[in-house]
């Protein structure tokens, strides 16, 4: 990679060349057809009609090779308390926090008589609160899956 001014020189110098070869160390749900569309400057729009599943990219591709590291740590510097997580136990924290919110409706479709919850479709926004401990990892994961 060499020297962190080099890489990020060439960010600048060849933005294109160089997000499209970093969007290839991620895996896409649907491959972008575009790096950046610049047509309406100052609007940019990156990776136009890619499609990727945050949490999947973070949590569930490590699973496999890395599934016993630590993928999270936690360190309350109010209260002196940690806790760390491995890829595995975020997968699995992960899921059960979808199941509670799917059991909620948070992921019913909108007019389905069967599944009224929450009312909300695919690209709307589902917001939680939660205390800043290690629950809102889980949390988070799950709205960006």
């Not at 059991?103 to 069967?114: I, Y």
Request: with cysteine; aromatic share 14%; hydrophobic share 40%.
């Amino acid at each position: 990679m060499g020297s962190y001014a080099a890489f990020h020189r060439r960010s600048l110098e060849d933005r294109e060349g160089f997000w499209a070869e970093q969007a290839k160390l991620i895996h896409w749900h649907k491959p972008f057809g575009q790096v950046l569309d610049y047509s309406r400057p100052p609007f940019a729009r990156w990776f136009v009609g890619g499609e990727i599943n945050l949490c999947y990219n973070a949590v569930d591709r490590h699973l496999a090779a890395r599934g016993g590291q630590k993928a999270l740590v936690w360190i309350s510097t109010e209260t002196g308390q940690s806790e760390s997580f491995t890829y595995r136990e975020l997968f699995e924290e992960v899921n059960r926090v979808a199941a509670m919110m799917k059991s909620l409706g948070a992921f019913a479709h909108h007019g389905d008589p069967n599944h009224p919850g929450l009312g909300t479709t695919w690209g709307e926004n589902v917001y939680s609160r939660v205390e800043m401990r290690p629950f809102v990892r889980a949390s988070i994961a799950t709205m960006t899956s």
